[in-house]
């Protein structure tokens, strides 16, 4: 329908949107990213191999295992290493983001991991303080794991609206005849 070279760019996002998407987010789960239009990114990679299960269900996949290792990958920095991710210029924010971080992680707990990775602007700010508390790393993965299915699945819905609506359009059924 759009020729030759639309189709060859949607035969690579069918072949490698998946693994293009898990690296995304891997670096915006370690807040490298937030640079990075990862929403922006999901949402065409799933207009782009369409609305079947079978073809959005591995970039789905991709994006929430790549946001819980990235974000996996940035508390084990921190524990570990002593990793400040304020001092790194490869990472946008500052130390009030991260004292902001530290009073939700103190009011709420772990559950305020699962509930900042489902909401943008707020995802993996927990990582650094959880990472300094005696959360175990799996109980944190665990966290991660929950916000950002919440996220994604969030994401996946609208990128199904968009394309439902888009075939309804183009489909014929507003379109006069």
Same mark, same amino acid.
């Given at each position: 329908m759009f020729g030759p070279a639309a189709d060859a760019v949607l035969a690579l996002v069918g072949t490698y949107g998946a693994v293009v998407l898990l690296g995304v987010f891997v670096l915006e789960g370690a807040l490298v990213g937030k640079l990075i239009p990862t929403r922006t990114l999901f949402v065409a990679a799933v207009l782009a191999v369409g609305v079947d299960a079978v073809a959005f269900l591995p970039m789905l996949a991709a994006a929430v295992v790549g946001? @819980? !290792? $990235?974000? +996996? +990958? +940035?508390? /084990?920095? /921190? *524990? *570990?290493? $002593?990793?400040?991710? @304020? @001092?790194?210029? /490869? !990472?946008? $924010?500052?130390?009030? *983001? !991260?004292e902001g971080a530290d009073r939700w992680l103190d009011r709420w707990g772990l559950p305020a991991v699962a509930v900042s990775n489902a909401l943008p602007g707020t995802r993996g700010w927990l990582a650094v303080p959880t990472a300094s508390s005696a959360v175990s790393a799996p109980r944190f993965a665990a966290a991660s794991l929950v916000g950002s299915t919440v996220y994604t699945s969030a994401l996946l819905a609208v990128a199904l609206g968009i394309g439902g609506a888009f075939d309804l359009v183009v489909g014929g059924a507003l379109v006069p005849v």
């Open positions: 946001a @819980t !290792i $990235g974000q +996996l +990958l +940035l508390f /084990v920095s /921190v *524990r *570990r290493f $002593g990793v400040d991710p @304020t @001092t790194l210029a /490869v !990472i946008p $924010g500052d130390g009030d *983001r !991260i």
